[in-house]
């Protein structure tokens, strides 16, 4: 059953979270909260490099 398997799958990540967050705390604690803040911070900035810009590569040389 789909449903049964969501609902179990939603326990397991609560539980590792809980789990994660244990040493700092608990999911409540300031020191979770702001790891969780600091995790989004670092999570919001792109992992891949841009692109060079096509100006900056028409100068270089093969």
């Known amino acids: 059953m789909r449903t049964g398997r969501t609902r179990r799958a939603v326990d397991v990540v609560q539980d590792l979270l809980r789990q994660l967050v244990a040493p700092l705390g608990g999911p409540g ?10 995790l989004t ?8 490099p841009s692109p060079p810009d096509d100006t900056t590569a028409q100068g270089a040389t093969p």
Do not use: H
């Not at 604690?29 to 600091?38: C, I, K």
């Not at 911070?41 to 891949?48: G, N």
């Open 41 to 48: 911070t670092l999570l919001d900035v792109p992992l891949v």
């Open 29 to 38: 604690s300031p020191r979770a909260r702001a790891f969780v803040e600091e």
